[in-house]
């Protein structure tokens, strides 16, 4: 298992975990048919657009052969109400066949040191 800073290439493995994250926690709560017609191409190219903002920061983490089975984002707060230093973890997913292993608390480890890095120092909201 290791975490780094997500680039550009990795986009689509985001994507991938992004979906079905959202299929696997959602399911029985939100409409199958919108769960279905989720898109992993279409998501690829929104993770493109994220991952070249220099605002928002992005931890994958790799299983051991080196494939995304996990990421987590970090921003200053789009809550017009918040301090400046707040910051917000915009998401956090990990594909369901590894949950509770140690994944998310690994993720969670790396933005947290980023957000002392980045001097956040008012409590977190949670994105979507």
Not at 6 to 19: F, L, P, R, T
Not at 54 to 59: K, M
Request: no cysteine; proline share 3%; glycine share 10%.
């Amino acid at each position: 298992m290791g975490v780094r800073r997500a680039v550009v290439a990795d986009a689509k493995g985001i994507a991938e975990v992004h979906v079905a994250g959202w299929q696997g926690a959602y399911r029985g709560i939100v409409p199958d048919s919108f769960l279905s017609g989720l898109s992993v191409e279409r998501h690829t190219r929104a993770w493109i657009e994220i991952l070249r903002e220099t605002e928002v920061d992005t931890f994958v983490a790799l299983d051991d052969h080196g494939k995304v089975v996990g990421f987590v984002s970090i921003g200053g707060s789009r809550d017009e109400d918040a301090p400046k230093d707040t910051g917000e973890i915009t998401s956090i997913y990990v594909t369901p066949n590894k949950w509770r292993r140690g994944y998310g608390s690994a993720l969670m480890k790396a933005v947290l040191d980023r957000s002392r890095e980045r001097k956040f120092s008012s409590p977190y909201s949670l994105g979507s």
